[in-house]
């Protein structure tokens, strides 16, 4: 299969398979100029041929875009021709409930110019007997019973409609997608997919989207697809892939990673919006707590959190409101050991204990678009290479470029192990020329069959050693988020989500009191004082290929302090411009001193004195302009501009000199 042609267009593919104009208008105005490898491959075998389609595509591929513009092309040609038949045509199941309202907003933005003949409904509300379920469960109802022409849902939230007799959807549908197959076969919706696929029309066009394609996808290709295409696409790009991804890793001690982080954030090692990923709800939190200490705005995206709150969480991200999100894996997440949560749980109410429940059908790792990341970071080391790939993912989509740093930690076999099967997996990087590879095959003579590639990610060449100054801090900010403090910020979140919530908004409105009486109590219940001083970072702490610049500005300031002649003064320097001739070597005063007998001749005595009265002279000018020149040259301004002693003016004890007559 040949590559993506570099000068190929949206438009003038659009034109060769036929789309609608008006949906080629809202491709335009969503700013996309070419279509992806993904997009190009697949619009025409979809469109032309109609042809079953299993793609493998990388995240941030455009997959979405390449199933939903057949699928609205093909209801807009029959809209056309029936504009007054209303049925469910298209169904879309993706394993996450996020995933259903991003892939309803794509939707939504290429129905701009036709939203008056396409209809769509997105079954994302959860699941349950509480009161607020049973009215997502009522809307939902309402919304089907329009017949909406395109469904996105969970196979489980369908599955629920299906068996209540909902919908029907055995005659009208023409089109299947499951995107993200395999992980919707990891979240255990296999059977689910079955029982609707019962309830589908024998004869329908489907798509199976993937990033990977496991053992186990074969049987719900078997159920989905007949005769399919099938696209391995990133194998085409050859091995060496054209990406912008760079993937590092770091070995280092466990107790080293909040001084890793710390350092890599602080001196902008890491700069523009990241994603950390941990392994853990309770680790989430340690680090979001680790981080507030030092002014750093974070936010914490777990299962835990109602759906609406997760949605508001990834909009105020994308948007830019804060910088960095700590997210814990669906797959790790949900294998969790919750014997400490359950202690935690028996001591709150029973209320919070609910809102501690996990959601089956969260998913943050894959699929969803989060803008523009600029590095993800896995504090904690993924417990897969899938998973690792699935991680990474979430930045240097569409073209643009992302770093991964992954923090391995050296007393982990484990973590060594799965390291080695993620560099399997994941595709080579052209050796620099001044790796250690290289050297070695120089060194050994053996150029011809040295290595040319190296596996990724590659390790990270830092010193620990280099930063040590600043373990101090990190190791006091570390011991202040305890076991206590997180199980409180966790109870804080819970009582944000009350005050957030819809059910309740009402009863607030009749209740201010209890609303003043919670939002003091999210007040009183900050787990630590966030310190001032922990902002900024001290100059003296940065390694030293910081300090150069500012080392050089404090020479220049001090090279600077010369006179008008370019050269160093020393008028003010005593130990160059002292006169000791009046004082001998013993330290006593000179032979001017009047306890002294005077042993010398007369001529000398005379030389003498005239040599002490000078000295007067010379003390006395000295007593008018203090001990030396002034430093700062305002002796010699006064003198210039004949002001002071340098006036002219009579001095007081002084007697005017008669001029001569006739002056």
């Not at 493998?56 to 199933?67: D, E, I, P, V």
């Not at 939190?285 to 609406?308: D, G, T």
């Not at 005077?598 to 005379?606: E, L, M, V």
Request: net charge neutral; glycine share 8%.
């Amino acid at each position: 299969m040949s590559l993506l042609d570099p000068s190929e267009t949206f438009s003038s593919l659009a034109e060769n398979v036929g789309l609608d104009v008006r949906l080629i208008k809202a491709v335009q105005r969503l700013g996309h100029v070419r279509p992806t490898l993904v997009q190009a491959k697949c619009l025409p075998l979809a469109l032309t041929s109609g042809r079953d389609l299993l793609v493998r595509a990388k995240t941030g591929s455009g997959k979405t875009l390449a199933y939903c513009l057949p699928l609205l092309q093909k209801i807009i040609l029959a809209k056309d021709s029936n504009p007054k038949d209303h049925v469910v045509r298209a169904v879309i199941l993706v394993p996450t409930r996020e995933l259903c309202v991003q892939v309803h907003t794509t939707l939504q933005t290429l129905v701009y110019y036709c939203n008056d003949i396409i209809s769509l409904a997105v079954l994302s509300a959860a699941r349950g007997k509480t009161e607020k379920a049973l009215q997502d469960l009522a809307r939902q109802q309402a919304m089907l019973r329009d017949r909406p022409d395109v469904i996105v849902a969970t196979p489980a939230g369908l599955l629920t409609h299906l068996q209540a007799g909902d919908v029907d959807l055995k005659t009208s549908v023409e089109t299947l997608v499951v995107d993200e197959a395999d992980l919707v076969l990891s979240f255990g919706y296999s059977n689910d997919v079955s029982e609707i696929m019962k309830s589908l029309p024998k004869i329908c066009q489907g798509f199976l989207m993937s990033a990977t394609l496991s053992p186990e996808l074969n049987s719900l290709k078997k159920i989905v697809l007949h005769s399919p295409v099938v696209l391995k696409l990133e194998q085409d790009e050859g091995k060496h892939q054209k990406g912008e991804l760079t993937q590092f890793y770091l070995q280092l001690p466990k107790k080293d990673k909040n001084l890793m982080i710390y350092v890599f954030l602080k001196l902008g090692l890491l700069k523009g919006k990241g994603i950390f990923f941990v392994n853990s709800t309770d680790g989430g939190y340690r680090l979001k707590l680790f981080l507030e200490q030092f002014h750093i705005r974070s936010s914490v995206l777990n299962a835990e959190l109602p759906f609406r709150s997760r949605l508001n969480i990834i909009e105020q991200f994308n948007v830019g409101n804060f910088d960095y999100l700590i997210a814990t894996d669906e797959s790790t997440d949900a294998n969790e050991k919750e014997a400490d949560d359950d202690k935690d749980d028996n001591e709150e109410e029973g209320n919070e204990k609910k809102g501690k429940k996990k959601d089956e059908e969260y998913g943050v790792s894959r699929g969803l678009d989060f803008r523009n990341v600029s590095f993800v970071m896995n504090v904690d080391f993924p417990p897969s290479h899938l998973s690792y790939s699935h991680r990474v993912g979430r930045t240097a989509r569409g073209g643009a470029k992302g770093v991964a740093l992954s923090l391995v930690e050296k007393e982990s076999q484990e973590q060594h192990d799965l390291l080695a099967a993620v560099q399997e997996d994941q595709p080579t990087v052209p050796l620099g020329g001044s790796s250690n590879e290289m050297l070695q095959a120089a060194t050994a003579g053996d150029m011809e069959n040295r290595p040319t590639d190296q596996p990724q990610p590659t390790p990270l060449d830092f010193d620990l050693l280099e930063v040590e100054g600043f373990r101090y801090r990190v190791q006091d900010v570390s011991r202040a988020v305890t076991r206590t403090a997180v199980k409180e910020t966790r109870a804080a979140e819970l009582r944000a989500e009350i005050l957030n919530s819809d059910r309740l908004q009402s009863h607030f409105e009749e209740n201010p009191a209890d609303l003043q009486l919670l939002r003091h109590d999210r007040v009183a219940t900050h787990i630590s004082k966030v310190q001032d001083h922990l902002k900024f970072v001290p100059k003296y702490l940065l390694p030293r290929g910081m300090q150069v610049a500012d080392m050089n500005r404090k020479r220049k300031r001090r090279r600077g302090r010369k006179g008008n002649d370019g050269l160093k003064r020393s008028d003010n320097d005593p130990l160059q411009n002292f006169d000791g001739g009046d004082v001998n070597l013993d330290g006593v005063a000179g032979d001017d001193d009047e306890d002294m007998p005077d042993f010398s001749p007369a001529g000398d005595q005379d030389a003498k004195r005239q040599k002490a009265e000078e000295g007067e002279k010379k003390l006395f000018s000295t007593s008018l302009s203090g001990a030396g020149k002034s430093t700062a040259g305002r002796q010699a301004w006064k003198e210039k501009h004949r002001k002071g002693a340098f006036s002219g003016k009579q001095r007081k004890g002084e007697k005017k000199k008669k001029q001569p007559m006739g002056i």
